[in-house]
Structure formats: structure tokens, C-alpha cells
């Protein structure tokens, strides 16, 4: 979140960053967002009468706030079809797995598990069917000997850091089309919607 704030600012965006919302009151997010001078609120998902209820007042409160895109970060819930489609092509969402490959949790155990060399992050539209939407960008990290779920994580975080922003900006400008289930980026070539991680740290 506070990676696609600051881009926002430091790229300057046609856009600005209206508002961050948690569905916990305890959400570290809240607190970070403020510190960057964001409009930052809760809207606590157990105060609701189920999914379709909290979804409804979410995509009730967004469209108050006049969000015209929606950028998941950090938001561990699964959106019900309805609020997915009130914001069809304008809810985007990181995912820590080169997708299709690992959807849904724990991608970076699972991913060691099958023994497979290269992991990442999928930057895509969100559709109904969960993790499927069409693919902006993705991020390919390397897994070395010796990971564990939890160093090859704080990689493809970063990785997310240096991606998502990228994304979201084509989106902003209004660059992304999708036909067919596929998005296609104008003015962006294939090698800057794949990033090879070579991060060392």
C-alpha cells in the first residue's frame, strides 16, 4: 500500500490515492496510511450480516469516496461476485505466485514443496473466479538453495513493491485493454510487463 502512495505522489499519477480501508480495525495499514497524510478508515467486516453485506457497504463506501479504481493490497478476504463485478476492470490485486501456477494461500511453501526453481508475483484484474483475471505484469524470482517459505516471501515482496506500482500506473492512464480474457498494455512492451528479480538481499 504504501508503495503504490508513494508512486503515486512521486510519479505524479493523473490520480490521487482518495482513501485507504481496512476490514480490521487493528490493521497496521491504517496507522501507515495516515503517516503519509492518506484519508485511512475501517470497516470492520464482523459488524456485518455475512460476505454479501460487508461487500455491500465496502463497494457503498468506496463509490461515496469517489473511487474510480480499486487496488488490493494486503486485503485477505475472498470478494463476492457481486462487488467484483460492480468494479469490473477498475479492482486490481497482487498475487505472491507466477500465476496460473499457486493460486490462492501459502504459494511460497507450496512452491518449495514442488521443487520449482523460479516463483514470483502476478499483478491482475480481479474476476470472479478467484486469482484467474486477466495478467498485467509479473515478477520472476529465483529460489535458491536453502529457502524457506519465508526468505523466498520477503523476495517476492519486494518484488511486489517494484511491480505493482508499475501496473497500477497503466491502469491510471488508462493504457490496459482486455479482449477475450487477456490484458494487453499499450505503449508497454512484453519485457517491462516481466521483471526478472535480481535482488541480492
Known amino acids: 500500500m504504501s508503495s503504490l502512495v508513494r508512486a503515486c505522489r512521486e510519479r505524479r499519477w493523473p490520480a490521487r490515492v482518495v482513501a485507504v480501508i481496512a476490514s480490521r480495525e487493528d490493521a497496521p495499514g491504517l496507522a501507515l496510511a495516515r503517516e503519509l497524510g492518506v484519508h485511512a478508515e475501517a470497516l470492520p467486516h464482523a459488524a456485518h450480516d455475512g460476505r454479501e453485506a460487508f461487500d455491500a457497504a465496502l463497494g457503498a463506501r468506496l463509490e461515496a469516496l469517489g473511487a474510480d479504481l480499486v487496488a488490493l493490497a494486503g486485503f485477505m478476504r475472498i470478494l463476492t461476485d457481486g462487488f467484483v463485478r460492480r468494479f469490473d476492470g477498475r479492482l486490481v490485486n497482487v498475487h505472491p505466485s507466477l500465476l496460473p501456477a499457486y493460486p490462492g494461500l501459502d504459494t511460497h511453501a507450496r512452491a518449495l514443496a514442488d521443487g520449482v526453481r523460479v516463483h514470483g508475483a502476478t499483478v491482475h484484474l480481479v474476476t470472479p473466479s478467484l486469482d484467474r483475471g486477466p495478467i498485467l505484469a509479473q515478477a520472476a524470482v529465483p529460489v535458491r538453495d536453502g529457502d524457506d517459505a519465508a526468505a523466498l516471501a520477503r523476495r517476492v515482496l519486494r518484488a511486489?513493491?517494484?511491480?505493482?506500482?508499475?501496473?497500477?500506473e497503466w491502469l491510471v492512464e488508462g493504457r490496459v485493454r482486455v479482449a477475450e480474457g487477456r490484458?494487453?498494455?499499450?505503449?508497454?512492451?512484453?519485457?517491462?510487463?516481466?521483471?526478472i528479480?535480481?535482488?541480492?538481499a
Open 160 to 168: 511486489e513493491h517494484r511491480l505493482y506500482p508499475d501496473a497500477l
Open 197 to 200: 528479480w535480481e535482488d541480492e
Open 183 to 195: 490484458a494487453t498494455v499499450e505503449g508497454v512492451d512484453a519485457r517491462r510487463r516481466l521483471m
